[in-house]
Every structure is written in C-alpha cells, then in structure tokens.
C-alpha cells in the first residue's frame, strides 16, 4: 500500500520535508507545505477554512522556535499526553501462579 492509498480527495496534508546533507543527515532545518487535491469536494468556503487551520498549524513552527514559552508548553503537553496514552493503553499483570500469567488489557481510570 502506497501513500497515495490512504488519501482522499478532501485531505490536506501538512508534509514536513527535513532539508539533509549530502551524507543523509538531518541540517536541523525542515520544510513545511500545505498539499491538497485539486480535486477537493469541499465548498470554497470550507476548503478555505479547513486551509486556514492547517496554516495556522504550520504557523506554530517558526512560533515556537522564538517562544521558548511556547515551546516548552508544547512539549509538556506532549509528555502528559504521553504518559496518559501509556497508563491508558498498557496492560497490566492481575496474577501469576507457576507458568501462567493473567493479563489485564482493560484502560486504567
């Protein structure tokens, strides 16, 4: 499967090209498009709309690198984040008696 597979007509897609060096190492500098089918079902309004959020996302890049704030903000959202998903989705050993281990896949609350 291809991505092309995966898309539909009314995606938009925020691709992150990494700039490299010649020996396929990251410069640390990134590349960030908006992409979209010309072919988008979507009203001109909502087409816009939805074209509007992802500039904002795209926005939050150079916002962040002069916000250290910001920055930092983010990335404490993204470890709680993290951590939730992690307690959510990880199971748990309920008991284990000689060779057999019961397994819990049940969310923590």
């Not at 983010?74 to 284990?96: G, R």
Request: aromatic share 8%; charged share 40%.
């Amino acid at each position: 499967m291809t991505i092309k597979d995966k898309l539909n007509l009314e995606d938009f897609i925020i691709q992150v090209k990494p700039t490299m060096t010649e020996d396929k190492r990251w410069t640390g500098e990134v590349d960030v498009s908006v992409i979209s089918s010309a072919d988008n079902p979507l009203c001109d309004e909502d087409y816009y709309g939805v074209l509007e959020f992802c500039r904002v996302i795209c926005a939050s890049i150079p916002l962040m690198e002069k916000d250290e704030y910001l920055r930092q903000k983010a990335i404490d959202f993204l470890e709680k984040e993290d951590e939730l998903h992690n307690k959510k989705h990880k199971p748990k050993v309920v008991d284990k008696r000689d060779n057999v281990v019961v397994v819990s896949f049940k969310p923590e609350e």
